[in-house]
């Protein structure tokens, strides 16, 4: 079992940046990505990273934009945001899985965090 936990949410001018952390218990060296959720939307990808940080997905709305990275001497996955806009404004979810690809496709067996809020003003 993985248990995940998030960090690093908050209000921040649109423009600026964020990190979100995501600790991870557990078996270690699994693929982690992360997904958000904005008011009265369905959940949806944001990026992936493979077990050794060797591959990485991201979805269109957040490339060149965000950075997922691995510290897996502390089980620990990051989320780079820059140059944030009022549409990344949603709580975002640390997940863990097999592949990144599996994360990416929602393939289960996926683990989830509670997720963390982000807020984006304009």
């Known amino acids: 079992q993985v248990q995940l936990e998030e960090s690093g949410g908050g209000l921040v001018q649109a423009g600026g940046s964020l990190r979100l952390a995501c600790a991870a218990s557990?078996?270690?060296?699994?693929?982690m990505g992360w997904f958000r959720q904005a008011p009265g939307k369905e959940r949806e990808f944001v990026a992936a990273?493979?077990?050794?940080?060797?591959?990485?997905y991201y979805s269109d709305s957040v490339k060149d934009r965000f950075t997922i990275s691995k510290d897996n001497a502390n089980n620990t996955a990051y989320l780079q945001m820059n140059s944030l806009k009022p549409e990344d404004t949603a709580d975002y979810y640390c997940?863990?899985?097999?592949?990144?690809?599996?994360?990416?496709?929602?393939?289960?067996?996926?683990?989830w965090g509670q997720g963390t809020q982000v807020t984006v003003s304009s």
């Open positions: 997940a863990a899985g097999s592949t990144a690809a599996r994360i990416r496709d929602t393939l289960a067996p996926i683990y």
């Open positions: 557990g078996r270690t060296f699994y693929a």
């Open positions: 990273i493979s077990g050794f940080g060797e591959t990485t």
